[in-house]
Every structure is written in structure tokens, then in C-alpha cells.
């Protein structure tokens, strides 16, 4: 059973970083590419920047130049670089791992991590 388990969130002030990270275990981690989305309450997860099993990469536009996605599959994991921060950035932030099997996709996602941002 694949497992994701997201790390790194906390408080931080506007205009700081922090780096988030997404262990992955009970699979091949390198057969995953990997998302991270975030959530505010009532409203929908909003997507962020994903990272393919080839390490290419793609950003929202809200994020894009302020947060840097990337993987290291000798330990398992995805990080999220976080720089800039501002108060809009306040939300739960999950990773969600998927694996493409021919025309099936297996899709998982980690139980979250809380990033506020505040003075």
C-alpha cells in the first residue's frame, strides 16, 4: 500500500521560505510523478506545480518563480521550495503521487501540512 507523508509545514513570516517534503513508501518512487496542492477551507484543492517521473516540471501561475518542486528518489521524496511567502499562501498543503499503468492511473495523496503565513 503506498504511503505519502507530508513535513515542513509550520508558521512563518511574510517573506520567508520554508521547504516542504513528501515521503513515499510501499511502491517504486521513481515510477511516480508527483503533485503538491493546497487547501483553504471552502474551497477547492488548487493545484501547484507537479514533477513527472523524468523530472520535468510544470508551475500554476501563483506560484511560478516563488516555489520550486523537485524529487530525490534515492530517498523517497518530493519537496516543495517555498520562498516569498505571503498571507495568501496560508493554507494545508498536500502531496499526491501517481503512477500510470498503460490506461489505469493509481493516484494517492498524504494527509497534509499546515503552512501559515503570518507576522
Known amino acids: 500500500q503506498v504511503r505519502l507523508v507530508e513535513s515542513g509545514g509550520g508558521l512563518v513570516q511574510p517573506g520567508g521560505s520554508l521547504r516542504l517534503a513528501c515521503a513515499h513508501s510501499g511502491d517504486i518512487f521513481s515510477f511516480y510523478s508527483v503533485g503538491w496542492y493546497r487547501q483553504v477551507p471552502d474551497k477547492a484543492r488548487e493545484y501547484l506545480a507537479t514533477i513527472t517521473t523524468n523530472g520535468t516540471t510544470t508551475y500554476s501561475g501563483a506560484v511560478k518563480g516563488r516555489f520550486t518542486i523537485s524529487r530525490d528518489n534515492a530517498k523517497n521524496t518530493a519537496f516543495l521550495q517555498m520562498s516569498g511567502l505571503k498571507s495568501e499562501d496560508t493554507a494545508v498543503y498536500y502531496c499526491?503521487?501517481?503512477?500510470?499503468?498503460?490506461?489505469?492511473?493509481?493516484?494517492?495523496w498524504g494527509q497534509g501540512t499546515q503552512v501559515t503565513v503570518s507576522s
Open positions: 499526491r503521487a501517481e503512477r500510470r499503468i498503460l490506461t489505469t492511473s493509481n493516484v494517492y
